[in-house]
């Protein structure tokens, strides 16, 4: 820019660009270009500090990038958390809804569950059924099983309580099956064979003519054993199938006020040692596995063995371990007594064909009580024992012709013994007797019916005319029939 000013005037001119200018005029512009200049860096400072980009191009032209901070509030992120809550919300009631309907259906099927337990606890102990309670059993169960896989499916928050379910009814309907198919212990189609054996049985005796001679319990008015029903099956022993080897019977003497006396004593797994046994005082209590005593032999002076026991006015009679002696305890005090049985063999000499270590077999009748038993003396044929309960000692004693290891197991009524021995699987034979009165034997033929093979022990209880048999850890009964007398 240039200026020329002409004396005398008080004007001057300006070139600007190639225009000419009064100079006041130049001078107002170049304020106003200042000013503007001045306003436009202030802006670019002010932007610099927000985003720090900024550029001042030639002829004062200013250009500026900005960029604004990312602070607005997220409109659209707010919209998708509202539906998702809504649709959380919605899934929630669904899902409260369902466990509130099964919660009330699971209710209904636990008592349902517990009536199934209280079932399958009977059947296990022996308790009749039938073919179609196994079949209604199933039914249960599996509706049961179709509740708990629809819970294990959505209640995903109890699955370890829903498996637990799940799993126990599982294992119960593993045990019916097996109650069921269990060919060793079919109970059901060995009642079916009892059913025809009696009927056959009942048969035979109308052919024979003989009508059974109707005794009083506890009485000898009759001409001797004519035949035996049964078998009646009552249940396993309360120990299980294991314990295969053992007895039971029934106090015919017991002291006033204690009822019928049941008494059930399994053996050790080894078939020998008797350590344990239990009492119930009424026929009912022992189907019903109801208020039992158990006893506990605990000296080891006074264990026993083998399973030739019988229990006699509130006394249980049995062999003293590893030795000839006998023992007895008082079922109320647990006081026990032993005394020698003189000249008799023991551990396993002579026993019973139907097992080890029978080397005693008490017995109870009419009469009071009884051990048989062999000697080196006899030969190894029995010997009958006639001991005085109060002084616990031998009163008399008889020797028979008949060996004892050829004898599966015997019994006393009215002062005879009778012998048995097996002839199958399924049947024993009472073939023959010994009365003590007059020291005569006799061949007899009188067939047993059993459920398994091995038949350890058998009692007479003269207060009800029954024979009490161990068969394999399986209790049951015969009813004695007695020939009419003369």
């Not at 270009?33 to 191009?57: D, F, H, K, P």
């Not at 309670?133 to 629809?150: G, K, M, P, Y």
């Not at 396993?236 to 049941?262: E, F, H, M, V």
């Not at 032999?297 to 026991?309: A, E, F």
Request: include cysteine; hydrophobic fraction near 35%.
């Amino acid at each position: 820019m240039s200026c020329v000013c002409v004396p005398g005037i008080s004007k001057c001119w300006c070139s600007h660009l190639g225009n000419l200018l009064p100079a006041a005029e130049v001078g107002d512009r170049l304020a106003m270009m200042y000013r503007l200049t001045l306003l436009i860096l202030q802006v670019s400072a002010a932007l610099s500090a927000m985003v720090g980009n900024r550029t001042i191009e030639r002829d004062v032209k200013c250009v500026c990038s900005v960029v604004m901070p990312d602070n607005i509030f997220p409109v659209e992120r707010m919209e998708y958390l509202e539906a998702t809550s809504q649709n959380l919300s919605t899934s929630v009631q669904t899902e409260t809804l369902k466990v509130q309907m099964y919660g009330q259906t699971l209710s209904l099927y636990t008592q349902q569950l517990q009536n199934l337990t209280l079932r399958l606890q009977a059947m296990e102990s022996g308790a009749g059924y039938t073919e179609l309670q196994f079949d209604a059993l199933r039914v249960e169960i599996q509706e049961l099983l179709s509740l708990t896989s629809q819970l294990r499916s959505t209640v995903n928050g109890s699955e370890a309580i829903i498996e637990r379910l799940h799993f126990q009814i599982k294992n119960m309907s593993t045990t019916v099956d097996q109650l069921e198919t269990f060919d060793k212990h079919n109970v059901l189609g060995i009642r079916q064979e009892i059913k025809v054996l009696k009927a056959q049985q009942k048969k035979c005796e109308a052919n024979q003519g003989l009508k059974p001679s109707q005794v009083n319990f506890g009485s000898c008015d009759h001409g001797g054993l004519l035949n035996v029903r049964g078998p009646n099956v009552v249940q396993l022993n309360w120990r299980g199938i294991g314990c295969t080897s053992g007895a039971w019977g029934r106090d015919p003497a017991p002291l006033p006020g204690k009822g019928g006396q049941y008494w059930v004593a399994p053996l050790e797994s080894d078939r020998r040692a008797f350590n344990s046994y239990r009492l119930y005082s009424s026929y009912n209590d022992l189907l019903l596995s109801r208020n039992p005593v158990n006893v506990q032999l605990r000296s080891s002076s006074y264990t026993g063995q083998g399973s030739g026991m019988a229990m006699y006015k509130n006394y249980l009679y049995y062999n003293c371990y590893n030795s000839r002696y006998m023992c007895r305890m008082n079922r109320d005090t647990y006081r026990t007594q032993r005394t020698i049985l003189n000249n008799a063999t023991y551990n396993n000499r002579f026993s019973f064909s139907s097992g080890s270590y029978h080397d005693f077999d008490f017995a109870v009748d009419e009469s009071g009580l009884w051990v048989v038993y062999a000697t080196e003396a006899s030969d190894g044929n029995m010997v009958v024992s006639k001991i005085n309960d109060t002084s616990f000692t031998v009163e008399e004693n008889w020797v028979t012709n008949m060996y004892k290891p050829s004898v599966s197991g015997t019994f006393m009524i009215c002062g005879v013994l009778y012998a048995m021995r097996s002839q199958s699987t399924r049947l024993e034979e009472i073939f023959y007797t010994f009365d003590t009165k007059d020291g005569q034997e006799a061949m007899i033929s009188v067939k047993m019916e059993k459920m398994l093979e091995k038949v350890s022990s058998v009692t007479y209880s003269p207060s009800d005319h029954k024979l009490f048999v161990y068969n394999q850890g399986n209790q049951m009964t015969y009813d004695v029939v007695f020939r009419p007398k003369g």
